[in-house]
């Protein structure tokens, strides 16, 4: 069932510039969902990013040409294909975008399609998950920093969408209400097919791909409240990722480096072969309890050397004016400042 390309783009700009806010109303997902496609599935083989143009957030793609505006394509070549990331997820619509992507490369015309990435903003990798789950103490150095005991079972929290954010963003901080400021650099996972009670060895086919994030947290909001994750970790802004997501064909999730710098001085350093629970088991156990929708998103975990394992009179937190910059191999850096 065909929309009308016009209207269809009005739509998916009201859904990106209403998620960022986090003032989605459950109808405007409905009416931006695209038709249904020939065959459903996850993309291969493509580095994706959401692009800001104002309002709107736009699916782009990333290659050695630069950044392929998708929808300009679609119209270009009468396609079909998903207008954002979300829409990618959600409606499984992987061979569509693939299609376009080989048919781009192909054709003349389609060059029009395509941006110098230096010119573009950046939207949030994702801007509608119906489940953001973290993981706590997932790297075995960081429970050994922060004196904590390794568990025996994934430790979960959750985000909101109302602190998604994005490459090239900021954070303002709410220093009205809190002061200690730390940074958790991750890797994310972006499921792309419903995962409910999957097995171990099947969980990675459940996975559309990986990105770059930041788990950022006021730790006295978290820790000297009674213990509420929650509250010290989904203030407004508080998990930025990006660039990009990679699609999970290119990546063996669990021997990535990972790093977070501050002020361009290194301060987490690991490699993702230091999980307590490695992804098979994080999604597996996940999806015993929750299910797991195509768009819902996993932090993974942060490594050592947060400000919160230093000795106390060692910890100087973040501050308006600090420049945070966070990497996973292949994934790409993810830039953000504080304001």
Known sequence: ?????????????????????????????????PGPTKTRGMARGLTLLNIRQGAECRLGVKNEKGILVVAEAAKILHM???ATIDEL?????????????????????????????????????VTRPEKIVCIGLNYRQHAIEIGAPIPKQPVLFNKFNNA???????????VEFATKFDYEAEMVIAIGREAKMVSEADALSYVAGYATGNDFTARDLQLETGGQWMV?????????????LVTADQIDPDNLKVECRVNGETRQSSNTSDF????????????????LKPGDIIFSGTPQGVIQG????????????DKIACSLEKLGELKFELV
């Open 276 to 291: 307590i629970f490695n992804t098979r088991k994080l999604i597996s156990y996940i999806s015993r309890v929750i299910t």
């Open 89 to 125: 997820l959600q409606n499984e619509d992987g061979p569509s975008l693939n299609a376009l992507v080989d048919a781009s490369a192909k054709s003349k015309a389609a060059q029009k399609a395509f941006l110098k990435e230096d010119t573009i903003e950046y939207g949030p990798v």
């Open 1 to 33: 069932m065909k929309q009308d390309r016009r209207n269809f783009m009005r739509d998916t700009s009201a859904v990106c510039a209403l998620a960022m806010s986090g003032r989605l109303p459950t109808a405007a997902l409905a009416e931006a969902n």
């Open 80 to 82: 079909h294909a998903p």
């Open 310 to 321: 230093k000795p106390k009179d060692q910890q100087v937190w973040l501050k308006p004016g």
């Open 164 to 174: 998604l954010n994005y490459h090239n963003g900021t954070i303002k901080l709410p």
């Open 232 to 244: 010290g970790k989904t203030p407004d802004q508080f998990a930025p990722i990006g660039p990009y």
